[in-house]
């Protein structure tokens, strides 16, 4: 990429941040009052605000539109293990707006450390240390018991961002394992383009355009499958769909 471009696309992601953080600190009044006053069962009505309205005003103040393919296979009333590949810093929005309900994830302690966002992040997410035995075991518990309280869970496969050249990057067992053991189907969604609108090896490039997502397949556990089964199963949707 030229460096006039490489400029505009620093200047781009700069102007991004601000728009984020801006939202961020209008927003957090509300979360502090909600999240600080309301029962962890109550807090439905802010994931909803999280997922559908927040990153759908920061993508249009960006410029950027988002596109998703092949939503027709998601079944209404149907809980998930969600999966996405993990390109940029953009993903977890682009995540959200894609899946037409509510999901809870996992977040990685390192996310309590961002200003405002790390308050939102303990209040509606497991934080994981990944070091940390007990840590993971705890994680466990929650999710299962997030879905059954009724909720969907998603993951990212890869566990943290792929920066390389690879389409994607090894994948880590727990979202598979977890199926598994539930016995719920998983649903593959796919970011296609991410990497033109945000750049996988800095956070500090942005530009605006249509970032396409899709719906790659959905994966159905059984009794006699395992789950290294299912994570092919899952790696070869996203693959076809990542392929030129």
């Known amino acids: ?61 960006v410029g950027i539109r988002v596109k998703v393919h092949n939503r027709q296979i998601l079944q209404k009333k149907t809980q998930y293990i969600l999966v996405s590949n993990h390109r940029t810093a953009i993903d977890f929005m682009a995540n959200t707006l894609a899946f037409p309900n509510v999901y809870k994830y996992l977040a990685k302690k390192e996310l309590t450390r961002v200003p405002f966002l790390g308050f939102v992040v303990k209040k509606l997410c497991v934080l994981v240390d990944r070091t940390s035995t007990a840590s993971r075991t705890r994680s466990l518990e929650w999710m299962k018991r997030t879905f059954a309280e009724g909720y969907s869970l998603f993951f990212y496969p890869e566990g943290t961002r792929n920066r390389g050249e690879d389409h994607l990057g090894v994948f880590y067992s727990g979202a598979f394992r977890l199926a598994q053991d539930l016995q719920v ?44 089964v299912l994570m092919e199963q899952t790696r070869q949707f996203m693959l076809a769909d990542l392929m030129p």
């Open 1 to 61: 990429m030229t460096s006039p471009f490489r400029f505009f696309r620093l200047v781009w992601a700069l102007y991004g941040l601000l728009i984020f953080f801006i939202l961020l600190l209008i927003c957090f009044p509300f979360y502090l009052i909600i999240l600080g006053l309301l029962p962890s069962n109550r807090y439905k009505p802010v994931i909803w605000f999280n997922h559908h309205v927040f990153p759908r005003v920061f993508f249009t103040l």
């Open 185 to 228: 189907p998983i649903a593959v969604m796919t970011l296609q383009n991410v990497h033109l609108r945000n750049g996988p090896g800095s956070a500090l490039q942005l530009w605006p355009g249509t970032l396409h997502i899709r719906w790659s397949g959905i994966v159905m556990p059984s009794e006699d499958t395992t789950h290294a």
